[in-house]
């Protein structure tokens, strides 16, 4: 807001959330000029002892890595490639040599 009302020059904030808010018509005409210096990496937590189902999610955000599914996603809702997901799509494409893309 106080960007907005011009009483402040900027503000540092996750990059991907950022992205999302220059989708809304509120911000057209507002840029993110800056590059990305600091990878936000997102999580995911389980209970202790889900180590069945821990192992599942593990499997499939590794999935979503390897195939450019998130990459895909991003794209699809107008929002730019983020660095980490563009960084982590690079390092999982090797986990599972079987999927081509």
């Known amino acids: 807001t106080a960007l907005q009302q011009n009483r402040c020059v900027a503000f540092v904030y996750d990059d991907s959330f950022i992205v999302s ?56 809702y107008g929002l730019e490639q983020t660095p980490f997901a563009k960084k982590m799509h690079t390092l999982f494409r090797g986990v599972n040599p079987s999927i081509e893309r």
């Open 21 to 76: 808010r220059l989708g809304d018509a509120d911000w057209e005409g507002w840029k993110m000029p800056l590059p990305t210096i600091d990878d936000a990496p997102w999580g995911l937590a389980v209970k202790k002892g889900e180590d069945a189902f821990a192992a599942l999610m593990a499997g499939m955000i590794v999935e979503w890595h390897t195939s450019g599914r998130i990459l895909e996603l991003e794209s699809k």
